[in-house]
Every structure is written in structure tokens, then in C-alpha cells.
């Protein structure tokens, strides 16, 4: 057997024994490869230098920036305001808060760009109102779980920018950012659309109406939230600051907004938003280093190559290729979490889908769409957990409330695929 078949195995049965003993994902992807460049007699300093490399990236910076300014912004009453100002856009259709729930998460996906905070924030809100309201608990789960989602496809979201460093940072983030905009409406849209339709099924009622005096109040709130995610995709969009800049500039004004406008919280809790922050910087940058050196020994042993050799074995047919990665990445998101997959399957799943005349643009959406279904799906399904922890009932309830929303989501994932103009339509004409 040659050398290269045996690193090969040696790679990928060390990472799935790791994953069987739950090891962490990043401890995983760092010991599968010592073990691997070890075998090789490769000099391990290599691999100390892929991983510092791989976080010697200034376009780095935008992560934690992005992070701190939606820890700032979660803290205090965001995600209230946000409902408020989305109760007044569609609250009163029948089965208003249900739409509500779906509205007010793509506005907190615009600022957090994280679907667990998502879920946090705007489901610790949502669930406890939708069941005063006489909605089942497990609808008020299912809407929010799955309305939550919209935050890692809506722009800014810092998986985006992990997947444009996993593809080699040759992606530009501002069209990662604009190519996440029509998807992120269609996806609501079609989340509101299934709403109505069982709303109407289980007799829900629409809203209670809102007294006009307080509209100016709710409007401006709402306004004055949005603009974090304004001042960010405002600044990248029109070149005025780079992503890190914007990313810098988004943090004083959330800073602003919530210690000193809005006095939610005390100055005080800073320090504790500060830890949270570094605690989450600190595993996404840990996880990019292994990630690196990982990627590097996949490209050495030339498995991005293989990969591509063997699908287009199975079929030439893009429609065919596109539908067994779409599986492919709903099946490995049930047991991994998203930003592994990211930095792991990017480099793998790229050549394969540039071979095909798939724009990586395009291709990064419907990763993000595909892997963010599977933050719902056992047994990792984060966002379904926290969820159904908020909710107060078994993830198997969660599960089957979930089901339909998930069922159209999918529907949206293979629209989006096999229609690239509905996701390149902003990128491409922001280049014109």
C-alpha cells in the first residue's frame, strides 16, 4: 500500500475515533494531523507554523468585533425592541406573533449573525409571549428554532467570513455580505408563508393592535437597533472601511446604544461581556489554527483532488454533484457543529463545485443555508436544544414541531442551488 493511501487512512480514522470519544472538534483536527504528519516524517514545526499562520490573518480582526458587538447588543433589551418594531410590521395577520417571531429573528440574525444567539435572545422573549397568547409550546419552539436560522445566512455573519478564509480568502466578504440578502428575505418570507398557513390550520389569533402613540417610540427603537448591522454592511458596501474597520466602528455604537442611550445595563457587566467574548474568540481562533494545518496536510495528500475525481466518477450532471453535497452537508451537520465544517469542507467541496462552473459566492450561501439546517437536526442540533431548553419541553416534541419549517427550509436550500441569479443578483450588480 502506498504512503500516501496509509496517511490518508491514518488521517481519517484517528479524526472519527476522536469524534467517537468526543473529543473537542479543534483538539480533534490538531491530533488527527500530528498523528498524520508524524507517519510522514514530516517535521511537526510545520505544523506549530500552518497554525500560526492560519490566525496571522488581519481579516481575522472582523470576528471578535462582530462577536463583541452582539454580546453588547444581546445583553440589554435588543431583542424586545426588535419584536416590538416587527409586532408593528406583520403582528396583526392572523397568527401575527408567529411572523413576528420569523421578522424579529432575521433583524437580531442582521446584528448578532449568530442563529444560538438568536434563538437566546429573541426565543426568551417570543416563547414565553406566544404561549400567553394561547399558542402551543412546541409551535413557539418550532417558528423560533427554525426563524433563528436566518441568522447565519443574513449578512453580517461572521460564518461568512470563516468561509472566506477556509476558501483561501480569495471570496470577498462584501459579496458573501450582498449574497446573503435575497436568500435571507426569501427564507423569512417562506418561514412567514408556513406560519400563516398553520395559523389558519390550529385557529390562531391575529395580534393585538398597537395604540398609535407609541408607533414613533417602537419605530425609532427598531431603527436605532438595525443601524449596528447598517453601519457595518453600509461601510463594506460602499468601500468607505474595510469588514475589521466596519466590524470596529459597529462595537462604539453598540457600546454607545446600549450603556449610555438606553442605559440597559451598567457599566459595570462590561467585564463580563468582555470574558464571554475572549472565551468565544479565543475556541473560533484555536479551531481556525487547527483548522489551517489540517487543511494544508489535505491539500498535501491531495484529498481536495480525490474528492473531485470521485464525484464527477458518480455523474457529470451538475444538477446530480450539487444534490449529493447539498446531502452530503445536511448529514454531516446533525453530528458537527458549523464552523468546523466550514474550515474542514471548504477546501474539500470547492474544487468540486468551481469545476462545475459554481460561482464560490454562490457555493458559500448554500453551505451556510445547508449547514445552518443542520444546527436543528440530533445529535448536535445546537439551536434546537437551546430552543426547547427555553421552551421547556423534550427535543422530541422540538423535533416534530420543527419538521415543516424544516421541510420548506430544504426547499429553499435547492431553489437557491439550482437558481444561482436569486443569490449572485445583488454581487453581480454591485460590480457593475
Request: charged share 10%; hydrophobic share 55%.
Amino acid at each position: 500500500m502506498e504512503e500516501a493511501t496509509i496517511a490518508v487512512l491514518i488521517l481519517s480514522v484517528s479524526f472519527v475515533l476522536f469524534m467517537i470519544l468526543r473529543f473537542p472538534i479543534s483538539l480533534t483536527l490538531a491530533l488527527s494531523t500530528l498523528l498524520t504528519v508524524m507517519y510522514l516524517e514530516i517535521p511537526l514545526a510545520v505544523v506549530g507554523q500552518r497554525m500560526v499562520q492560519g490566525i496571522s490573518s488581519y481579516s481575522l480582526l472582523t470576528i471578535p468585533f462582530f462577536i463583541l458587538a452582539g454580546h453588547m447588543m444581546s445583553e440589554g433589551k435588543l431583542a424586545l425592541r426588535l419584536v416590538n418594531f416587527a409586532q408593528l410590521i406583520v403582528g396583526r395577520v392572523r397568527g401575527g406573533l408567529a411572523m413576528v417571531n420569523s421578522v424579529a429573528c432575521m433583524f437580531f440574525g442582521n446584528i448578532s449573525g449568530s442563529a444560538v444567539a438568536d434563538v437566546s435572545s429573541i426565543g426568551s422573549v417570543m416563547i414565553p409571549m406566544m404561549k400567553k397568547k394561547g399558542y402551543d409550546t412546541d409551535y413557539a419552539v418550532g417558528v423560533t428554532v427554525s426563524s433563528a436560522i436566518q441568522g447565519v445566512v443574513v449578512p453580517p455573519s461572521h460564518n461568512l467570513v470563516l468561509y472566506s478564509l477556509a476558501a483561501g480568502g480569495g471570496v470577498s466578504i462584501a459579496s458573501l455580505f450582498l449574497a446573503g440578502i435575497v436568500p435571507g428575505i426569501i427564507l423569512c418570507i417562506s418561514l412567514m408563508a408556513t406560519s400563516y398557513v398553520y395559523a389558519i390550520k390550529r385557529g390562531y389569533a391575529k395580534g393585538d393592535p398597537i395604540q398609535r402613540k407609541d408607533v414613533p417610540k417602537i419605530v425609532l427603537d427598531g431603527v436605532m437597533s438595525l443601524l449596528t448591522a447598517a453601519i457595518i454592511l453600509g461601510g463594506i458596501f460602499t468601500g468607505w472601511f474595510t469588514a475589521t474597520e466596519s466590524g470596529a466602528l459597529a462595537c462604539l455604537y453598540a457600546f454607545i446604544l446600549t450603556f449610555v442611550v438606553y442605559r440597559d445595563i451598567p457599566v459595570s457587566r462590561m467585564w463580563l461581556i468582555l470574558k464571554k467574548t475572549f472565551r468565544t474568540v479565543s475556541m473560533v481562533l484555536f479551531l481556525i489554527a487547527a483548522s489551517d494545518a489540517f487543511s494544508w496536510l489535505l491539500a498535501y495528500l491531495k484529498i481536495p483532488g480525490m474528492v473531485t475525481d470521485l464525484m464527477l466518477g458518480i455523474s457529470d450532471s451538475p444538477i446530480i454533484i450539487l444534490l449529493i453535497i447539498n446531502i452530503l452537508l445536511l448529514i454531516l451537520g446533525a453530528p458537527m457543529d458549523m464552523a468546523p465544517l466550514i474550515l474542514i469542507m471548504t477546501p474539500i467541496l470547492l474544487p468540486v463545485v468551481t469545476h462545475l462552473g459554481m460561482d464560490p459566492v454562490h457555493f458559500g450561501i448554500i453551505m451556510m443555508l445547508n449547514l445552518g439546517i443542520g444546527l436543528l437536526t440530533p445529535p448536535v442540533g445546537t439551536v434546537l436544544f437551546v430552543g426547547c431548553a427555553i421552551g421547556k419541553i423534550s427535543i422530541s416534541q422540538g423535533t416534530k414541531a420543527m419538521m415543516p419549517f424544516f421541510y420548506v427550509m430544504c426547499v429553499v436550500l435547492l431553489v437557491l442551488t439550482y437558481i444561482p441569479d436569486l443569490v449572485m443578483w445583488l454581487p453581480n450588480m454591485m460590480k457593475h
